[in-house]
């Protein structure tokens, strides 16, 4: 099996940054794509980036420009860099994996980690 473990979230002002990790450990072999998706109260989760093993990128069009996702596959963890934060990010970031070349990875989860974007 797959584990994934985010770190990273925090409490941050508006126009603020920061960087949340994740951490592939387990069955590392079966995982392509990676990425992070993120669930604020009462809303579905979304997704937010992916990143194929291939370095190929997709960007939610709301975090375009401010986040900016990227991988180490030596090390098989996804890195997601958040600029510019808006209260609208406030969410349990999670991470995903994927089994395949997805530009939206949903196999495998880790188990969130909260940001907190304040006005």
């Known amino acids: 099996q797959v584990h994934l473990v985010e770190s990273g979230g925090d409490l941050v002002q508006a126009g603020g940054s920061l960087g949340l990790s994740c951490a592939a450990s387990?069955?590392?072999?079966?995982?392509?794509?990676m990425g992070w998706y993120r669930q604020a109260p009462g809303k579905q989760r979304e997704l937010v980036a992916a990143?194929?093993?291939?370095?190929?990128?997709n960007y939610a069009d709301s975090v375009k420009g401010r986040f900016t996702i990227s991988r180490d596959n030596a090390k098989n963890t996804v890195y997601l860099q958040m600029n510019s934060l808006k209260p609208e990010d406030t969410a349990v970031y999670y991470c995903a994996a994927a089994r395949s070349v997805s530009a939206a990875p949903r196999d495998y989860w880790g188990q969130g980690t909260q940001v907190t974007v304040s006005s």
């Open positions: 387990g069955n590392i072999f079966s995982i392509n794509a």
């Open positions: 990143v194929t093993r291939g370095g190929i990128t």
